[in-house]
């Protein structure tokens, strides 16, 4: 991914944002000293798997650097021979929370059972986080592009949700280089809000 394709798709995010998303941290977590290893877990749809070079870019900044990530081709590839760990994955993803479950924080233990995430952890090499995109939306009317995403947080020994991200975007312009545009920005708002909210809090 171009270094000038990023700046491009974030400089249109300074005039495109909106804010119409309630975001959510965790304020009662803090990092431990051992807290390194991040799961990157891949955009699950096959129209968007450039995103795994996006995300390896914006995660490799240096303000992420006590962390050692997964990278998301490589958690992409285990999830194309492994049904089991799909099945799991899609479970999180899929998973749905009220507005006061998510002030309330929910665990992984509400969606999975104990051989799931007994299972999850092995197959990502006992991450300490899991980053996850549990949707991603995009779609045109009146001359515009929109594009939608939310990411959560988990942390994988204890299960706890660290955070809930919404984020929403739209240019006005339906050309389709703006969906790619639009992920990039999405995914690195996303990374900013963990720099700023999480790691630097």
């Known amino acids: 991914m171009s270094k000038s394709l990023i700046l491009m798709a974030l400089f249109i995010s300074f005039i495109t944002m909106t804010f119409g998303q309630k975001k959510n941290v965790n304020k009662v977590f803090k990092f431990e000293e051992n807290d390194s290893l991040l799961a990157l877990v891949p955009v699950l749809n096959n129209d968007f798997t450039y995103t795994d070079t996006v995300l390896v870019d914006f995660y490799s900044k240096n303000y992420f650097s006590r962390f050692k990530i997964i990278k998301p081709g490589i958690i992409r590839s285990k999830i194309?021979?492994?049904?089991?760990?799909?099945?799991v994955i899609l479970?999180?993803?899929?998973?749905?929370?009220?507005?006061?479950?998510l002030k309330e924080f929910p665990n992984l233990n509400t969606i999975l059972d104990i051989?799931?995430?007994?299972y999850l952890k092995e197959k990502i090499d006992d991450a300490n986080f899991l980053l996850i995109p549990v949707d991603i939306r995009f779609g045109t009317n009146f001359g515009s592009t929109f594009g939608f995403s939310r990411f959560r947080l988990y942390k994988?020994?204890?299960?706890?949700?660290?955070?809930?991200c919404p984020m929403d975007f739209n240019v006005n312009s339906t050309d389709a280089r703006e969906k790619r545009n639009l992920m990039i920005i999405l995914l690195g708002e996303t990374s900013v809000f963990f720099r700023d909210k999480v790691i630097n809090n």
């Open 156 to 164: 994988l020994p204890t299960g706890e949700l660290i955070f809930d």
């Open 115 to 118: 051989s799931e995430i007994d």
């Open 91 to 101: 479970k999180i993803v899929m998973q749905e929370y009220s507005k006061k479950e």
């Open 80 to 87: 194309e021979i492994d049904n089991k760990l799909k099945e």
